[in-house]
C-alpha cells in the first residue's frame, strides 16, 4: 500500500501567557479553527497559533505525538 503524500498542516493554540492550550493536525487549520470556535471551551483563551506543514498525514501524526508527549498542552 502506497504512504498518503496528502499535505497536512499541525497547529498550536497559545494563550496570552504563551500556554500551551492544544496541539491538533488538519488539512487545514483555519478551517479546523472554526470547529473548534463552535466546539471548545477554550477557544476564546486562544491569544497564538503556530501552524507548521508536513508532507504528508503520516508525518503530522508523528510530530503531533510526539509535540503532545514532550510539550504537554492543557
Given at each position: ?8 498542516e ?14 491538533g493536525i488538519s488539512l487545514s ?11 471548545s471551551?477554550?477557544?476564546s483563551?486562544i491569544?497564538t ?15 503531533e505525538?510526539?509535540?503532545i508527549?514532550?510539550e504537554?498542552?492543557?
Amino acid at each position: 500500500m502506497q504512504e498518503d503524500k496528502t499535505p497536512t498542516e499541525l497547529y498550536r493554540h497559545y494563550d496570552k501567557a504563551g500556554v500551551l492550550l492544544y496541539v491538533g493536525i488538519s488539512l487545514s487549520a483555519v478551517v479546523r479553527l472554526s470547529q473548534h470556535k463552535a466546539y471548545s471551551r477554550w477557544f476564546s483563551k486562544i491569544d497564538t497559533i503556530k501552524i507548521e506543514h508536513h508532507s504528508s498525514r503520516k508525518a503530522a501524526l508523528a510530530a503531533e505525538k510526539r509535540a503532545i508527549k514532550s510539550e504537554r498542552p492543557k
